[in-house]
């Protein structure tokens, strides 16, 4: 069997899109926002989301606090997320740019202008050379409804932001292709 792959050079070049979020916490008693793209569901039941974040001074809030926030942004607010993801919250006042709100946690800042928000208690920390993996148990989801269809989240509605790399581009969730599970 003849084989049409190519194998590539680099191997940090491997990318595929991954989920832009805000993830939010408290930093010296101020909310604070950072733009992170490394994101998953681990677990249903208790419903556990982990995200992967290098030396970031949001990460002081998270570990201190034991609580965190995960904002969806949708494609028009691509600039302010771009914006989280450039500057430093040691530096910059960056919940300045948001309407911020708290559901039932105090320290899980969350996004209006997010078309979804998490709040989660801190699960737990796992150290990985230079990056922290926060595992959030998620405590509440809130959204509006012009994002829900039938009593649900519509992603179409949404409009998540993903981020390829190493291209560094964003772009909106696609067309769906099928129905997973059921093909």
């Known amino acids: 069997m003849i084989m049409n792959k190519i194998k590539l050079d680099n191997v940090k070049s491997f990318g595929f899109p991954m ?3 805000l993830v939010g916490a408290i930093v010296a008693e101020k909310p604070t926002f950072m733009t992170a793209a490394w994101i998953t569901r681990v677990e249903s039941t208790p419903p556990l989301i982990a995200v992967a974040l290098a030396n970031h001074y949001t990460n002081t809030g998270i570990q201190e606090k034991k609580e965190f926030s995960i904002n969806i942004p949708g494609d028009s607010i691509v600039s302010k997320v771009d914006h989280c993801g450039t500057t430093s919250g040691r530096l910059t ?6 309407r911020i709100f708290n559901g039932n946690l105090d320290s899980a800042p969350m996004i209006e202008e997010c078309s979804v928000s998490l709040e989660c208690v801190l699960y737990k920390t796992i150290q990985i050379l230079k990056h ?23 992603d179409n509605k949404i409009r998540a932001l993903l981020v390829t790399m190493p291209e560094n581009n964003y772009h909106i969730l696609g067309e769906k292709v099928g129905d997973a599970w059921n093909l």
Do not use: H, M, Q, R
């Open 19 to 21: 989920p832009v979020v």
């Open 93 to 98: 006042d960056k919940a300045s740019v948001f």
């Open 132 to 154: 922290t993996i926060f595992i959030g148990e998620v405590k509440g989801i809130y959204s509006e409804e012009k994002y829900i269809t039938e009593n649900k989240l519509d």
